[in-house]
T-cell receptor
């Protein structure tokens, strides 16, 4: 299992862009970079997944440099409801046997 | 289409009792995964089941824990003779046959408290 390192916590204000970086130095060729969001007392929810370069959906963008040893989740114009824990995972295609890690606790202030 | 349903949401057991956690996957999903989350920690994989089969139980403790996913009915995670260290949130996820994570959807979890 590829190990990931991400900040323990981050603070932001409403309307700002938030970038959360994850390091994954031993990512393998078949691995995908995947981000989940978890609110208190709820299960994780898939946000975005990418393999290389940039991926964007209606919720976030994911930036992956050429060496794929890190990635950055970008949340545009956060709101109070984006306060949650964000997990960076490295998953092989069809992978499920994973450890989510402690994640990054994002706290958005008014 | 209802999401992944877990019950009970909260379960309190005394040390030595048995805990049964239920997970009903989303309609059309035949794969179920169980994860455990200790307080202030991330989720850890426990077991992967398909209907009537355990595919991977490498994350399950060797003793007291078992899981099943019968042909009919929900998946059950069973913990016998619970101890205080079993207190955690247990999450179930389900997916269609094609691909597990990230297409898997998680339930809201069962919070087990052992007193």
């Amino acid at each position: 299992l590829a190990k990931t390192t991400q900040p323990i916590s981050m603070d932001s204000y409403e309307g700002q862009e938030v970038n959360i970086t994850c390091s994954h130095n031993n990512i393998a060729t078949n691995d995908y970079i995947t981000w989940y969001q978890q609110f208190p007392s709820q299960g994780p929810r898939f946000i975005i997944q990418g393999y290389k370069t940039k991926v964007t959906n209606e919720v976030a963008s994911l930036f992956i440099p050429a060496d794929r040893k890190s990635s950055t989740l970008s949340l545009p114009r956060v709101s109070l409801s984006d306060t949650a824990v964000y997990y960076c995972l490295i998953l092989a295609t069809g992978g499920f046997k994973t450890i989510f890690g402690a994640g990054t606790r994002l706290f958005v202030k008014a | 289409n209802a999401g992944v349903m877990q019950n009970p949401r909260h379960l309190v057991r005394r040390r030595g009792q048995e805990a049964r956690l239920r997970c009903s996957p989303m309609k059309g999903h035949s794969h179920v995964y169980w994860y455990r989350q200790l307080p202030e920690e991330g989720l850890k994989f426990m077991v992967y089941l398909q209907k009537e089969n355990i595919i991977d139980e490498s994350g399950m403790p060797k003793e007291r824990f078992s899981a099943e996913f019968p042909k009919e009915g929900p998946s059950i995670l069973r913990i016998q003779q619970v101890v205080r260290g079993d207190s955690a949130a247990y999450f179930c996820a389900s997916s269609p046959p094609k691909n597990p994570l990230p297409e898997a959807f998680f339930g809201q979890g069962t919070r087990l408290t052992v007193v």
